[in-house]
């Protein structure tokens, strides 16, 4: 292995941590949850092995304890995840060298957590840094789940229930160090939960589509704000 692969490969393992760290104690949150519902480890295992969306596999098993059909939870996962299809275009733009049969491998493992740890290092971006990004991400919220599945009822549903808020801090912790280096990423994450709150307090779409619905005119607000910013800019 000559020096510049190890190169890569050790600074998107440096990358990496702060997800694998954020990831572990959800995932055996999610396993622990998984287990509570009666689902098998089997089917727990291949669920964060194929479905790879904290969210959605919490939201799932809620839908699943709820007795909703598999189709509608089909369904609400994918337009849950709709977003990822964003985010793994633009990071394909950014690897336009990158042999097309890999870029569905890359883009297996592209997650909110992954693609915030991706973007803020673009000038890394090869495929060893990004493959090394995502496979660890990727172990480290498969282990996590079996993990948790094994511990089973050990914890106690009110330790199992604090967990589960680790993702969410997780991601504030990639999200606000760039704040102080780019304020338009503040200004949109504002903007972003001013628009959330407005479409939630009408009542008018129901969970999941909410949050869907708010993340398109939120981007689309975006684009036309700071897209108007840098041309006021560059003029």
């Known amino acids: 292995m000559d020096m510049e692969l190890k190169t890569k490969i050790k600074e998107g393992t440096i990358a990496a941590l702060p997800v694998v760290?954020?990831?572990l104690p959800v995932a055996i949150a999610f396993g622990l949850l998984s287990k509570n519902?009666?689902?098998?480890?089997?089917?727990?295992?291949?669920?964060?092995?194929?479905?790879?969306a904290g969210a959605s596999q919490f939201m799932a098993l809620d839908l699943i304890?709820?007795?909703v059909s598999a189709g509608s939870i089909i369904l609400a996962t994918f337009l849950l995840n709709l977003r990822h299809m964003m985010m793994?275009?633009?990071?394909?733009?950014?690897?336009?060298?990158?042999?097309?049969?890999?870029?569905?491998?890359?883009?297996?493992?592209?997650?909110d957590e992954t693609f915030s740890?991706?973007?803020?290092?673009?000038?890394?971006?090869?495929?060893?840094f990004v493959l090394s990004v995502n496979i660890l991400s990727n172990l480290s919220w498969v282990a996590g789940t079996f993990i948790g599945y094994l511990m089973g009822e050990i914890i106690p549903s009110s330790l199992q229930s604090s967990l589960s808020i680790g993702?969410?801090?997780?991601f504030a912790a990639l999200l606000f160090?760039?704040?102080?280096?780019?304020?338009?990423?503040?200004?949109?994450s504002i903007l972003t939960a001013i628009v959330y709150i407005l479409i939630y307090s009408t009542n008018l779409f129901t969970s999941g589509w909410d949050i869907i619905i708010g993340i398109i005119i939120s981007s689309a607000l975006g684009v036309i704000i700071f897209n108007r910013?840098?041309?006021v800019k560059e003029n």
Not at 37 to 47: A, E, N, P, R, Y
Not at 177 to 188: A, D, H, M, R, V
């Open 37 to 52: 519902s009666g689902i098998s480890l089997g089917d727990t295992g291949m669920f964060s092995m194929f479905v790879y």
């Open 88 to 111: 793994t275009a633009s990071l394909s733009i950014k690897l336009k060298d990158v042999k097309k049969p890999l870029l569905p491998t890359i883009a297996y493992g592209v997650t």
């Open 229 to 231: 910013n840098e041309e």
């Open 21 to 23: 760290l954020g990831y």
């Open 167 to 170: 993702l969410y801090a997780m």
């Open 177 to 188: 160090p760039q704040f102080k280096t780019e304020k338009s990423t503040l200004y949109l």
């Open 117 to 128: 740890v991706l973007s803020f290092n673009k000038e890394k971006l090869t495929v060893p």
């Open 65 to 67: 304890n709820a007795g």
